[in-house]
């Protein structure tokens, strides 16, 4: 028998390194997200948006209550934290007292289209010169999953056990359509972090709707669609690809509302 030879680990080359730099505007804080969580994505998506724009030391974040109701541990910005559903009312008292600071909003969908439908829409119809980050997973991810807003027709959650049924419990709300129909908004757009493609346009969107407050248009939101694997009892892989079919028929990838001035803004 050959005799069995050995190769040793220092002379296998180093074909491939991985690297990863944080944005300036992204903490070196690992997150509590849970495995396969894309917020951690969005966040990162929001920190690059913000240093190329170099508005790091003008803009104010605020936090919700809900999955991300740490995220001012991991965007180094000033943030503050807003009662459960209150956010673009916070926001709207921060903007309208410092004119000059970019102020932004990321919540769920348990915050923004349940305790917090009379305050996202008031804050659009009125125009104010707010950016909103919506986090759309069909699900309540921080209270142990149950039906949320969002939940679609048939889908299983911790106080639907046999599916969500429309006749008993509604219908699942499309905010992003609602939002575009007031007047005081500017850009409204649904977007994703289910694959790569969709994490770039969701860096475009969340940019330009960080230019229309920037120039002053009125009120802009991009809604991602995301996953939880955990609630949804999926493995991560299978949680995005579920998304993909069953998220993405029902609330459709689209920019329902884009003036012709934030149009004009391009995304550079």
């Known amino acids: 028998m050959a005799e069995k030879t ?17 944005p300036d505007s992204l903490t070196e804080v690992s997150t509590h997200y849970c495995p396969g969580c894309v917020h951690g994505i969005v966040h990162r998506l929001v920190a690059e948006v913000i240093d190329e724009l170099g508005i790091r030391e003008d803009t ?13 541990n991991y965007l ?9 559903g209150r956010a673009p009312a916070m926001a709207t008292g921060i903007k309208r007292v410092n004119p000059d600071k970019v102020v932004f909003t990321y919540q769920g969908d348990g915050d923004l289209a349940a305790i917090g439908t009379a305050e996202i829409i008031h804050a659009a119809n009125r125009g104010e010169l ?67 493609a969709g994490i ?6 969340i940019k ?9 248009l009125g009120f802009a939101c991009v ?28 609330f459709p990838l689209q920019t329902f509302k884009m003036t012709d001035e934030v149009k004009a803004l391009g995304t550079r």
């Open 6 to 22: 050995t190769v040793a680990a220092a002379t296998i080359p180093e074909i491939y390194e991985p690297v990863y730099t944080y």
């Open 60 to 72: 104010i974040g605020v936090a919700p209550v809900g999955c991300a109701v740490l995220a001012y």
């Open 76 to 84: 180094d910005v000033d943030f503050v934290e807003a009662a459960h």
């Open 130 to 196: 707010l950016t909103t980050v919506f986090i759309n997973n069909a699900i309540y991810g921080m209270t142990g999953g149950q039906m949320a807003p969002t939940t679609l027709s048939g889908m299983v959650t911790t106080s639907t056990p046999t599916g969500r049924d429309c006749l008993l419990a509604g219908y699942p709300v499309r905010m992003s359509e609602i939002l575009a129909q007031t007047a005081g908004a500017v850009y409204v757009a649904r977007e994703s972090a289910l694959d790569i």
């Open 200 to 205: 770039r346009r969701t860096k475009q969107a």
């Open 208 to 216: 330009r709707a960080f230019l229309a407050q920037i120039h002053g």
């Open 223 to 250: 809604e991602v669609l995301a996953t939880c694997p955990t609630n949804w009892n999926l493995e991560p892989w299978s949680a995005l690809e579920w998304a993909k079919e069953n998220m993405g028929a029902f």
